[in-house]
């Protein structure tokens, strides 16, 4: 039996002063350098990607960014991280906040996309749209809209035995609301995810 090891990982940050801190992780001591390259480029360029997202065309009206990272599953060669920056402008009336995420399956060597996680064909967009809709009535939350579908490459992340969908902020709910999150067992899915895949090895129970 092959044994799956953590990934190791540090800490580093970008800064432009003491209100403009960016922290986000750096992958290391992998056997597979050219892997360990790719995982690291793709992290540098989604924090880029969100301080481009939140700076835009107004720079000189920053007055205080933080950047930081969550490791939201690092087992069974499935690396899952999610990054936030909080951006507050001059004058606004409040700061924004966005979360993206990346994950990694490291026997693949691939970036996933929320297809990759499920069996070619499955309609996982109508599976999950409808898991959500259930949690939205359960958990009585205030929509802006009507929910009808979650997107192909919605944002996503793995946590152990779960996968979780969510939505930015304003995308389905008020800004009070926070960010709408929707945690599913990989048990409730299990018919239609790719065994071979991230999720396919989560939900071996071993």
């Given at each position: 039996?092959?044994i799956s090891l953590p990934v190791s990982i540090k800490t580093v940050?970008?800064?432009?002063?003491?209100?403009?801190?960016?922290?986000?992780?750096?992958?290391?001591?992998?056997?597979?350098?050219?892997?360990?390259?790719?995982?690291?480029?793709?992290?540098?360029?989604?924090?880029?990607?969100?301080?481009?997202?939140?700076?835009?065309?107004?720079?000189?009206?920053?007055?205080?960014?933080?950047?930081?990272?969550?490791?939201?599953?690092?087992?069974?060669?499935?690396?899952?991280?999610?990054?936030?920056?909080?951006?507050?402008?001059?004058?606004?009336?409040?700061?924004?906040?966005?979360?993206?995420?990346?994950?990694?399956?490291?026997?693949?060597?691939?970036?996933?996309?929320?297809?990759?996680?499920?069996?070619?064909?499955?309609?996982?967009?109508?599976?999950?749209?409808?898991?959500?809709?259930?949690?939205?009535?359960?958990?009585?939350?205030?929509?802006?809209?009507?929910?009808?579908?979650?997107?192909?490459?919605?944002?996503?992340?793995?946590?152990?035995?779960?996968?979780?969908?969510?939505?930015?902020?304003?995308?389905?709910?008020?800004?009070?609301?926070?960010?709408?999150?929707?945690?599913?067992?990989?048990?409730?899915?299990?018919d239609i995810i790719n065994e071979t895949g991230p999720l396919g090895?989560?939900?071996?129970?071993?």
């Amino acid at each position: 039996m092959s044994i799956s090891l953590p990934v190791s990982i540090k800490t580093v940050k970008v800064s432009s002063g003491p209100n403009n801190t960016v922290y986000y992780p750096k992958v290391y001591g992998l056997q597979n350098n050219r892997l360990e390259r790719f995982i690291n480029r793709s992290i540098v360029r989604q924090t880029q990607q969100l301080i481009d997202q939140q700076v835009g065309n107004m720079p000189t009206t920053v007055e205080e960014m933080i950047g930081y990272y969550e490791i939201k599953n690092n087992q069974r060669d499935v690396l899952s991280l999610s990054f936030s920056n909080y951006t507050y402008h001059h004058q606004a009336a409040h700061g924004m906040t966005y979360i993206k995420s990346l994950t990694f399956d490291l026997q693949k060597g691939t970036l996933c996309k929320l297809e990759d996680l499920f069996i070619p064909g499955s309609d996982y967009i109508a599976r999950l749209s409808t898991i959500i809709h259930e949690q939205i009535k359960q958990r009585d939350i205030s929509l802006l809209d009507d929910f009808t579908t979650i997107q192909p490459n919605q944002d996503f992340y793995i946590a152990d035995k779960t996968l979780v969908i969510y939505f930015q902020l304003y995308d389905i709910t008020p800004y009070v609301f926070g960010f709408p999150m929707f945690p599913i067992s990989v048990y409730d899915i299990q018919d239609i995810i790719n065994e071979t895949g991230p999720l396919g090895r989560m939900a071996v129970n071993n």
